[in-house]
């Protein structure tokens, strides 16, 4: 293990707490510096754990998930996803265990791992339901990147920049009726244009971060206005505990937002809820298959795909996915086959005839 550089640690910190301080403004200085610079993560292991058979713990206490990656992680007990925090140094890493108070589990141990600059982004979007990082955090949080952004560093590329604009379809679009609003006015100064926000008190979960991610929403008086995604996904998982009459439909418009923000791995949390539910796992496969394609793991789609096909044989959805996995894997034969195969159920499916 080479020497660390202690001004290059001082300057990638100093940027990470600007970019905590002000959390709307541009993060280009940040993703540049924490390419360059080595991470840390909290390890979390056992002498009877092989380097193949290791486990994620979403946070002390809660369950384990099968990963090839042993790391502390933080479950999000209300979308779902697992957030890593991720450490510039040592020290800080010592520091975050000391205030949280953390234990390890029992016959396991918890130690700092050094990984090469940008090496362990992509290694962490293997971890199941995979949401962000924390960059450095404190007791009180620190600055998150979200899986589109730890994406992006996982390819050596700098993430947009913020806000990114999101809009759902026409017919969903509107507020869900019975929850109360604040309508205000984003500031061009900030947002790089003139709008209206809203925003949902009653509902809280809001932090200033959030606000790099919007989508627009239509109001009541039929005019538009700009809600951070991450807060208004919150709002309807907390819907969905209201919702009796048309639970399914509160369901799917929670699924598919979560698909639209590319928020992978509260929606891969979500389809795994759902998968549990018998007249909904076809449904939970189908989004579950789209969720692993789009989110670049491919052979995970494969084998939800080939899974779910076993138990549903006439799935549409789960037979494009297949299709598409495979020809992205470049297993062209085996997509013609899956093709010819859904074509038996689905002769006039557009895709899978564009494999044959």
């Known amino acids: 293990m080479g020497s660390e550089d202690p001004a290059m640690g001082a300057e990638i910190e100093e ?5 905590y301080s002000k959390p709307l403004a541009s ?3 940040l993703f540049r510096g924490i390419l360059g610079a080595p991470t840390y993560l909290l390890r979390v292991g056992s002498e009877e754990l092989a380097d193949d058979d290791v486990r994620v713990l979403a946070g002390a206490g809660a369950e384990e998930r099968t990963s090839s990656l042993a790391v502390w ?3 999000d007990a209300l979308l779902g996803g697992v957030w890593v925090p991720v450490f ?3 020290e800080k890493a010592s520091t975050y265990v000391a205030a949280r108070g953390l234990r390890h589990p029992p016959g396991k141990q918890l130690q700092w791992v050094r ?3 940008g090496q362990v982004y992509g290694l962490l979007e293997t971890i199941p339901c995979f949401a962000g990082v924390y960059l450095n955090p404190e ?3 620190g600055v998150r990147l979200e899986w589109l952004e730890v994406n992006a560093l996982s390819e050596s590329r700098v993430p947009p920049e913020a806000p990114l604009l999101r809009s759902l379809p026409d017919e969903e679009c509107a507020l869900p009726e019975g929850i109360r609003c604040r309508v205000g006015h984003l500031d061009r100064k900030v947002f790089g244009f003139d709008g209206r926000q809203v925003i949902f008190p009653e509902f809280g979960n809001l932090e200033l971060q959030d606000f790099r991610s919007l989508v627009q929403l239509r109001l009541e008086d039929g005019d538009s206005a700009w809600a951070p995604c991450r807060h208004f996904a919150a709002v ?3 819907l969905l505990e209201r919702c009796r009459e048309r639970a399914s439909d509160c369901e799917d418009l929670f699924l598919q937002s979560l698909i639209l923000f590319e928020m992978y791995g509260e929606a891969e949390a979500a389809c795994s809820r759902l998968a549990v539910t018998p007249e909904r796992r076809s449904y939970a496969l189908d989004n579950l298959a789209l969720v692993f394609r789009r989110s670049g793991r491919i052979e995970n789609c494969v084998d939800v795909c080939r899974h779910g096909l076993r138990e549903f044989p006439a799935e549409a959805p789960l037979y494009r996915n297949l299709v598409l996995a495979l020809a992205q894997l470049e297993d062209l034969e085996g997509a013609r086959k899956a093709a ?3 074509l038996g159920h689905f002769p006039d499916d557009a895709t899978l005839q564009r494999f044959v």
């Open 15 to 19: 940027v990470i707490l600007e970019a």
């Open 27 to 29: 993060r280009r200085p």
């Open 73 to 75: 992680a933080e479950g």
């Open 88 to 90: 510039t140094s040592e």
């Open 115 to 117: 990984h090469e600059p």
């Open 139 to 141: 007791k009180d949080g």
């Open 236 to 238: 309807l998982r907390r």
């Open 340 to 342: 010819r195969q859904g």
